[in-house]
């Protein structure tokens, strides 16, 4: 195992600039000298394979439903391949090509499918393993596929193509047969045009010999299989869309462009039966009705006890300009109109029995939408919809963010549950939903795993994601806090977003303390407290917060040395009582004469909020128009439910909020974060001095209370390290300079705003160049920052327990602040004691300075201990804030105290940072580099985690240019790189997130969720893990005949399809007609099957049994035949004997 020696890195000295790794020279005498660190990472801890896609399928264009297995397949424009059974069992397949996929095929009960592609390729897809996979292929060259059949129970395929030809290929070796219907034998020979391709094929009900054939311009041929030639042709003047065949093989319904329903005899082709146009007006003078728009499908079900069933999609009138996609339902006299959401992409009647000769018994109609799946309850009145159990929700509104959490507390999934299912919609269908096909995975991963996605419309999601499952646990809607403009003139033009303006930017969640901070594009943030009870709020706690970052120097009123740069603008009331005249009025201006200034981007609603329980408003922070200058959007943020603080920064710099006190802790520039002894001679770039309202957060019984009473939080810390044995004196000295900044207020905002009038754009612009010139560290080349500006903006945050200064010996709270210029920065945080102290006296704040440099903008930090554990930081155990004061004291236990130091000196820690270039190892409380890694030198990093995997901790990493890494850690050893997905969508970027226990994820589309793992312990065992799609189940009975109809011929009449098109029958096809292609589903089958003796065997013996039961129902149906004869002939016989004798005239 690899070991890490720390002995030697308290010292402070330089450490070796290796790349790969160094150590500290030892200070002598050291009691810590033996300590070792034992790596037990390894390269063999980490494999990367895909797990599961969730969500809706991506452009969806076609699919299939077994009836019997109850398995529904949809293929999408990209290629791919989704398949459903129950709730929770869903498996994801991609054809190489990536051709879109037109029509799908069930082989109904036998585990396989047909798909047909949009290159003229079709494949057969073996379904009774875990990854299905493709057994063979067939691409033609010649001729177009525009449309196949299967009949069931069939090993023969019936292909039509777009010259009007059709195929025949054997399933069961994908070969092509000889025989092949000419679209010239099909037609009359006095048509003189082209019938087109074809659009439908099926075959008789009733009658296996012949098949039905629908050409686009709308002719429709019925085909003679034996006889190889016409039996009828059935024409009409507009073009078909669809055929569908009543049961008994006698009547058949054709769909047209014009919006009209044919229905034919089959017996008589010279006139259509019935002819109706479904939403046309009829005219009053017996005209035709008006044309419609194409009826796309119809689809014709029967029932014994009542009216068949006709359902259609399209055949609206084109009066209904801007009406949405309807489906429609003719049953009787009735016609039912249901509206969608979405056009509709296809549709399927879900029916009793797979037997097409049969009554067809439907129960729903399952409706595929460009963007969702809906299933109609047929059986009920009002056809209400089943409530769908697959994530298919994801993109209800288009996601902007997301994180993962792998290993969650136990108890928060049924607490999200609980408040989300009082949240569930009503009137669903009360039966179960009927695609419940395949099995469960049985996987041995029993940690809690939550997702959470922030969405354009301000809605956030919280979905439980154990077991490689899916499922919605709760929606919180953060626009609920906000005013919502009822029209474009009530429109606030202070948005700086047209569209979305609720939209969540990113977020922060703790799991233990169930605390929940989220930032909006419109440059606000709200704090959310978890509660299981209903509350309603009177008034909505805000707090305005500007933000401001001046380029020019000259604009501060003094830049020399009388400026503490890391001394906060304390936020101040708005309250009525102010005891300070402000230098601005406390509402923003927004008249025409001036710019917007002191005016949020949002108006936070002004009447009682209801809050249901789950997440409940506990703080909103605006930032708001500076100077008629927008705010800038926030690109990072924490909250720390042990500190009661929340932290966020923009371009301009951070600030702090107490969200316990409800007041504004810190603002400043990120110039001024930087101490005095910054090695890069970094002169201050201060907010201006100008009033800071915070929003009316006090409570009206604190009124009497002075601003500075009311402030509560001074800052108590200066830019240079300061001496911590004279606290006292500095509190002092800081509570001085305080009172000194606010009252010379005025005199800094007039100072600014001349400052601001004389200086000029050239001045400010050769100021910029000549910093820029002389900082010369690379920039930051992340995404998020393509068009950031040129001033240094914060790009991540951690709350920690650590050594704020070199020369420290305790640890304390601390906040590390990284830039996106990759500087790495300290900032203390002194908190007084918890309980009623913690929410009346101050928090003193003080930047402690630049710890360290980086290339690229720093991503992630984090904090290990002297046996490289990883040291989370420090929460509150969740209590609900609504509950008895009895119950909080017993449930609620306030963040341990910091530990004293030692007689032998500060524990040991390692700071771990990792920005878009490299990755550092710091050793704690002395700031020494001891191991440094480059990551990438010609890309860069998108997304860094510190995870914690196989009870070791290692660096996760995603490039832009594709590649997955890991690193050891502390020692920075490359575990893993993998060329996995080159950056090709900017979704990829924003949603790619890490987690523990080696689990990941990303939005592969707008629609759909990827996630994947990194664990080779995972990846073993993905086979257990994922769900069975085919289960043995046996093939229903197929319908009675009867026994006149046997034995007058009354039934339905078979076919012999070997003998009329295999080769003996039908001879060769031509080999230049299509190309056939072995998948590689039969190695894979076989693994499968090797893993699945025991379903094999179970199989069998449900086969043994099923012709078992066969051979007893056979030998009962010879016995009744047998009877039957009998009963007839003694009929027969007394019926003879009783005419025997009598002449014809007597009969």
């Known amino acids: 195992m690899k070991k890490f020696n720390i002995r030697k890195v308290l010292d402070g000295l330089t450490a070796a600039s290796s790349s790969s790794s160094s150590s500290a020279t030892a200070q002598p005498g050291s009691s810590r000298e033996n300590d070792v660190i034992q790596e037990t990472l390894q390269s063999e801890h980490f494999q990367l394979c895909k797990t599961v896609r969730h969500g809706f399928p991506y452009q969806p264009s076609s699919m299939a439903f077994d009836p019997v297995q109850k398995i529904l397949a949809v293929g999408t424009q990209t290629g791919a391949l989704r ?42 897809w073996n379904l009774r393993q875990k990854i299905p996979a493709i057994l063979h292929s067939l691409k033609f060259s010649r001729e177009r596929i525009t449309y196949c059949h299967l009949p069931f129970q069939s090993k023969w395929l019936y292909i039509g193509t777009e010259r009007g030809n059709i195929h025949i290929v054997n399933v ?30 099926s075959d008789n009900p009733m009658d296996e010999g012949k098949l039905l054939i629908g050409y686009e311009c709308g002719v429709v041929v019925l085909w003679d299989l034996k006889c190889k030639k016409a039996d009828c042709r059935y024409n009409y003047d507009e073009a078909i869309h669809s055929v569908a065949w009543h049961h008994e093989g006698k009547q058949f319904v054709c769909s047209h462009s014009d919006g009209t329903l044919t229905t034919w005899n089959i017996r008589i082709p010279a006139k259509s039966a019935q002819i109706i146009t479904p939403h046309g007006k009829q005219p009053k003078d017996g005209k035709k009705p008006e044309p419609c728009k194409p009826i796309l499908k119809v689809e014709y079900k029967t029932t014994r006890a009542g009216d068949p069933f006709m359902v259609l999609s399209g055949g609206l009138s084109y009066d209904t300009v801007g009406r949405r996609a309807c489906l429609t339902v003719m049953h009787g006299k009735s016609t039912t109109v249901l509206e969608m959401d979405y056009p509709i992409v296809d549709f399927l009647t879900l029916c009793e029995t797979p037997y097409p000769n049969d009554f067809q018994e439907p129960y729903a109609v399952l409706v595929l939408l460009e963007k969702d799946l809906v299933l109609i309850d047929l059986g009920q009145i009002g056809y209400p919809i089943f409530e769908n159990p697959y994530p298919l929700t994801i993109h209800e509104s288009p996601v902007t963010c997301c994180e993962y959490f792998v290993d969650c507390p136990a108890e928060l999934i049924p607490a999200l549950y609980s408040v989300g299912s009082r949240q569930k919609r009503q009137g669903y269908s009360k039966k179960e939903w009927p695609i419940s096909g395949g099995n469960w995975g049985q996987g041995t991963q029993s940690y809690p795993e939550i997702i959470i996605t922030g969405h354009a419309d301000g809605s956030i999601k919280f979905w439980d994601a154990s077991a490689l499952m899916l499922q919605v646990l709760y929606k919180l809607k953060t626009a609920k806090v906000f005013e919502r403009a009822r029209g474009k003139e009530e429109k606030a033009n202070t948005e700086i977003v047209e569209e979305d303006p609720f939209a969540i930017q990113t977020l922060s969640w703790c799991p233990e303390s169930r605390m929940l901070c989220v930032a909006g594009v419109s440059a606000h943030v709200i704090v959310y407290r978890f509660s299981k009870q209903e509350i309603t709020t009177e008034v909505v706690q805000l707090l305005e917060v500007r933000m401001q970052c001046e380029f020019n120097c000259g604009d501060s009123p003094d830049p020399g040395g009388e400026q503490t740069p890391t001394l906060p603008t304390p936020g101040a009331s708005s309250s009525p009582q102010e005891s300070e005249p402000p230098t601005q009025p406390s509402t923003g201006s927004n008249s025409s004469d001036g710019p917007r200034d002191n005016i949020p981007c949002l108006q936070v609603r002004s009447s009682p909020l209801k809050q249901s329980p789950g997440y409940q408003v506990e703080l909103v922070i605006q930032l708001v128009w500076v100077s008629g200058e927008p705010p800038q959007p926030i690109t990072s943020l924490a909250i720390n439910s042990s500190y009661g603080l929340v932290v966020f920064g923009n371009s301009n710099g951070l600030a702090v909020v107490d969200y316990l006190q409800k007041t504004l802790l810190l603002n400043m520039g990120t110039s001024e974060l930087y101490s005095p002894s910054d090695p890069y001679q970094r002169q201050p770039r201060s907010p201006r001095r100008v009033r800071q309202p915070s929003g009316a957060t006090c409570d009206s019984n604190d009124g009497s209370n002075t601003s500075e009473d009311r402030c509560k939080s001074p800052t108590s810390g200066s830019t240079s390290p300061c001496n911590s044995d004279d606290e006292r004196k500095q509190k002092f000295i800081e509570k001085v300079k305080f009172k000194s900044r606010r009252f010379s207020k005025t005199v800094a905002n007039d100072f600014a705003k001349m400052s601001r009038k004389i200086s000029s754009s050239s001045e400010q612009k050769t100021d910029l160049d000549a910093r820029d010139n002389s900082f010369t560290r690379s920039r930051s080349s992340s995404v998020t920052s393509i068009d950031r500006e040129s001033r240094e903006a914060i790009s991540s945050f951690h709350f920690c327990e650590s050594y704020p200064r070199k020369n420290d010996v305790a640890v304390g709270p601390c906040l590390l602040v990284g830039t996106t210029q990759g500087t790495v920065m300290m900032v203390a945080l ?163 997130c890490f987690s523990n226990l080696g689990q990941a994820l990303y939005l592969t589309s707008p629609t759909e969720i990827q996630r994947i793992t990194y664990s080779q312990e995972t990846c073993d065992n993905r086979q257990e893990m994922l769900s069975e799609l085919f289960t043995p189940v046996e093939t229903p009975e197929a319908p009675n005949r009867g026994f006149f109809k046997g034995l007058f011929g009354g039934g339905a009449q078979s076919l012999d399809r070997e003998d009329l098109f295999g080769e003996t029958g039908a001879g060769k096809a031509s080999r230049s007609l299509a190309q056939h292609i072995p998948g590689t589903g039969g190695m894979e089958g076989m693994k499968g099957a090797a893993s699945g003796v025991v379903g094999d065997l179970a199989r069998a013996r449900i086969a043994l049994d099923e012709r078992g039961q066969k051979l007893g129902e056979l030998e009962d149906r010879t016995a009744a035949m047998m009877a039957s004869a009998d009963s007839f002939s003694k009929h027969a016989h007394d019926m003879m004997l009783k005419y025997k004798d009598k002449k014809w005239y007597q009969l």
């Open 830 to 992: 002194s908190l007084p004691p918890a309980g009623d102290q913690r929410l009346q006296q101050p928090i003193g704040i003080s930047s402690c300075g630049s710890m360290v440099t980086l290339k690229g903008g720093i991503l992630t930090m984090a904090l290990l201990d002297a046996t490289g554990a990883l040291l989370p930081p420090p929460y509150e155990p969740w209590y609900d804030p609504n509950a008895s004061d009895e119950e909080k004291e017993k449930s609620r236990r306030r963040r341990p105290a910091s530990p004293t130091s030692s007689q032998e000196g500060p524990d040991p820690q390692f700071a771990v940072l990792c920005s878009e270039k490299q990755a550092k190892v710091l050793a704690m409380p002395s700031q020494t580099r001891i191991y440094k890694h480059n990551i990438t030198e010609t890309s860069f990093v998108l997304r860094a985690d510190v995870v914690q995997m196989a009870g070791a901790n290692c660096i996760a990493c995603f490039c832009a240019n594709g590649h997955i890494m890991t690193l050891s850690l502390p020692s920075l050893r490359p575990l893993l790189d993998v060329n996995y997905l080159p950056l090709t969508d900017m979704r990829i970027a924003r949603t790619f």
């Open 83 to 124: 398949l459903f059974g129950c709730a929770g069992v869903e498996c994801y397949c991609q054809h190489e090509s990536g051709a879109a996929v037109i029509q799908l095929q069930f082989l109904i009960n036998e585990g396989a499918l047909v798909s047909a592609l949009a290159d003229d390729s079709i494949h057969l």
């Open 172 to 201: 069961e070796s994908f070969t092509l047969s000889g025989y092949v219907i000419m679209w010239n034998k099909a037609i009359e020979l006095s048509t003189k045009t082209h019938p087109g391709p074809v659009v439908h094929i």
